[in-house]
């Protein structure tokens, strides 16, 4: 699951991924909350939570990301992802160059650091 997060500065959208993450979440959340996102700004700031409850992707979700990443190319400005697993730290140093924008990992403890990066 999705959940979108409350509380962000103007400029910024954040989520939090619970669970499994499956294509459905992508399709009723996260893509409306982009999409409304750019009424509103020309570049994304997306803050993404991958906490404890995180358990990964379903191959569908990993499309859709991919989808949307593709999809608003140019939009994306900075991601940072909060997360304390170390497969997806691992990740992103070894893909964040492929992710348009610029991309930071941040530990769960840094929330707030990451929404403050993302917001200025």
């Known amino acids: 699951m999705i959940k979108m997060m409350d509380n962000l500065p103007g400029n910024v959208i954040g989520f939090e991924a619970i669970g499994e993450v499956d294509a459905g979440d992508y399709k009723s959340t996260l893509d409306p909350a982009v999409d409304a996102a750019l009424q509103t700004h020309d570049k994304l700031r997306l803050v993404y939570v991958l906490g404890e409850q995180f358990e990964g992707y379903t191959g569908g979700a990993m499309w859709e990301d991919t989808k949307l990443g593709i ?36 530990s769960t403890a840094a929330l707030d650091d990451a929404t403050e990066w993302a917001s200025a």
């Open 71 to 106: 999809g608003h190319w140019g939009a994306w400005e900075k991601i940072p992802i909060v997360t304390d697993s170390e497969w997806v730290e691992n990740g992103i140093k070894a893909f964040g160059w492929m992710v348009p924008g610029e991309v930071k990992t941040y």
